[in-house]
């Protein structure tokens, strides 16, 4: 009897606890993240910066030289690229990662020195992601905080139901401080390096085409025999069938005249 009810108290004790443990954690976050928000706007905001160009060029293989080769100058990189070639054009679409800090540099780089026959377009997108840094930042530091007092408390507990239930808000609290810390890499990432995608083409005239067409066509109607002379050797029997058919046709008709 005694042992239940030490039991039920220090349930009543543990779940008490938890819930202004709750609150406090809540308290503890709004009053981080506000003066987390109050510092970033005396000293810099979190912006993500992307940049877009298209034109159509001249020589696309020496305008994708001039830009690949600007690239080390600038501390940038190549994260994809793709090349196209249709009826009517062929060209690159090449996503390129810079430094924030030098991203208007890249840009203005592009326009001036790349063979520009015509611009098509020219863009320029920033996302203020600050309040969404500063609250990812703020939560994450009050749930390694949180995690440190579940820790204390789990060396001083000795209820074995107590410590089952500390280890499972531990285990939820390191999922939710592995979730945020992904996602202030990410911010991270985004904020530090800009994204520039380069898409230009050049237009191909017939004529420059024609040869390509047409040694494509000789070989594909070499093919296309190839094709049909496998399809009469699939077909031999029924081939001499209705050639003996015929055969015998005619001398049939031959000797019925005689």
Request: with cysteine.
């Amino acid at each position: 009897m005694k042992k239940t009810l030490l039991f039920v108290l220090l349930s009543i004790l543990f779940f008490g606890c938890g819930s202004k443990y709750e609150n406090s954690e809540s308290s503890t976050f709004n009053t981080v993240k506000n003066n987390s928000i109050e510092k970033v706007n005396a000293i810099d905001r979190k912006l993500i910066k992307n940049g877009s160009i298209r034109f159509e060029t001249d020589d696309i293989e020496k305008t994708n030289r001039l830009i690949k080769s600007s690239l080390d100058k600038f501390g940038a990189y190549v994260s994809e690229e793709n090349n196209y070639n249709n009826n009517s054009n062929t060209g690159y679409d090449i996503t390129i990662r810079v430094p924030a800090l030098k991203f208007d540099s890249l840009m203005s780089y592009i326009m001036k020195k790349a063979d520009i026959k015509e611009l098509k377009n020219k863009s320029t997108q920033i996302n203020d992601v600050t309040e969404d840094f500063i609250d990812t930042q703020a939560r994450l530091k009050i749930k390694k905080e949180s995690e440190q007092k579940l820790i204390d408390l789990l060396k001083q507990t000795r209820n074995l139901t107590e410590v089952l239930e500390i280890q499972k808000q531990l285990t939820d609290i390191r999922a939710d401080i592995e979730s945020r810390e992904g996602r202030m890499k990410y911010l991270s990432d985004q904020v530090d390096y800009s994204t520039v995608n380069v898409s230009f083409y050049e237009k191909t005239s017939y004529s420059n085409r024609f040869f390509g067409d047409f040694w494509g066509a000789i070989k594909d109607g070499w093919q296309v025999f190839l094709h049909f002379v496998t399809l009469l050797a699939y077909l031999w029997v029924v081939i001499i069938v209705v050639l003996l058919g015929r055969w015998g046709y005619k001398y049939y008709k031959k000797n019925n005249k005689k």
